[in-house]
């Protein structure tokens, strides 16, 4: 899929509806790692929203805990798709489109599903983590996140 695709897709539920996403992507492993690893997971995320209506950023604000929401860090909303697709020019000029998505916000939706595999075949973590980079095992809770479209697999 495409990101114009996935947007028509993501466009069909109203913004900030709670919908499945599934994702697949080889991760970063140490050079020295002799394995291919992928992990594919399945979440109930949300799309369509606007970052600085996000409850969360606006108690932040008003409790002088963060700033101003600032502009994307890196890329730009693709015009007339905000905030859906994020374009991103790589260093050796090459395009990347992102789907900006929200975790789920009700307890028993938050969690993913997550599968791992080690050079094709079903793993556990246990079984990659010692291949894995510190980035690649980072669990910190995020109010928003990009998915780089030619890694979705599926939409609801």
Known sequence: MNAFQIYQQLATYNKG???????????????????????????????????????VVKQGIAAGLRGPVQ??????????????????????GELREYIRLYPAVFHNLSNPEVEWTLDGKPATY???????????????????????????????
């Open 71 to 92: 502009p994307l860090p890196w890329g730009q909303w693709r015009p007339g798709f905000e905030p859906f697709i994020i374009d991103h020019e790589t260093k050796k």
């Open 17 to 55: 509806q709670h919908l499945a996403v599934t994702w697949q992507r080889h991760v970063e492993t140490y050079k020295s790692c002799p394995h291919v690893i992928a992990k594919r997971v399945r979440a109930y995320v949300r799309a369509g929203i606007n970052y600085s209506n996000l409850k």
């Open 126 to 156: 246990g079984q990659v983590e010692p291949y894995i980079t510190a980035a690649e095992k980072r669990q910190d809770e995020r109010d928003c996140f990009n998915v780089n479209v030619d890694h979705i697999v599926k939409i609801g």
